[in-house]
């Protein structure tokens, strides 16, 4: 029996809150076909409600601008993200879209860390990281980038003056995607900023 376009709507919606509640955050380096057909339809649906792609981002850290925070992409998160942008003008992913986003053997994270230099991300010995550590376990990211150059935060003139992104990524094979996880950013000027993330809750 033929799906009529409202029904396809409201199903899409029920993806929609599916994947930013709970099941469909999964972070799964082998998704199924079902939980694909699920995180691209909710892409579908973010975009005809006029949301914005990055709604399926998972987030970190404090909420304001001013102090550290983060975020980090799925590979399920990452599929309706680009189907939301496509979506948005019009288009639908293919077949090769979607193998590129479920080829990635890297889970992209993204930290905000602030200081009072605007080479505070960077020095002459010694370079911003980022690791993530699990029940004692430290895992190290296969690539690291940073600002080397940070923006002036909102609190511009006062402190702290200056933010910078870290952004790494981690080899799905090399870490739990089910375990309490500790998200540590280590600034070039010393210091660190870390963020409790629990993978299992993602599930």
């Not at 599916?18 to 649906?45: R, V």
């Not at 702290?160 to 992104?165: E, G, H, S, V």
Request: proline content about 6%; charged content about 15%.
């Amino acid at each position: 029996m033929p799906v009529s376009r409202g029904h396809w709507l409201v199903r899409c919606a029920a993806a929609a809150l599916a994947l930013n509640g709970s099941a469909a955050l999964a972070i799964e380096a082998h998704p199924s076909l079902e939980q694909i057909q699920t995180a691209l339809e909710a892409g579908k649906a973010m975009a005809q409600q006029g949301g914005p792609p990055d709604s399926f981002y998972v987030r970190f850290g404090a909420p304001d601008d001013l102090h550290p925070a983060g975020f980090l992409i799925t590979k399920l998160g990452a599929l309706s993200v680009m189907a939301t942008h496509m979506a948005l003008r019009g288009l639908h992913p293919g077949e090769a879209d979607v193998s590129q986003v479920l080829e990635t053997k890297t889970m992209l994270v993204s930290a905000v860390i602030f200081g009072n230099m605007p080479n505070f991300a960077v020095d002459s010995y010694v370079d911003s990281y980022m690791v993530l550590e699990q029940g004692g376990r430290t895992i190290k990211p296969v690539t690291v980038r940073f600002d080397g150059q940070a923006n002036r935060s909102a609190a511009w003139p006062d402190s702290p003056r200056f933010k910078a992104k870290v952004v790494a990524s981690f080899d799905y094979s090399d870490f739990d995607p089910k375990a309490a996880t500790t998200i540590t950013v280590f600034p070039a000027n010393g210091g660190e900023a870390s963020f409790q993330v629990d993978f299992s809750e993602l599930n």
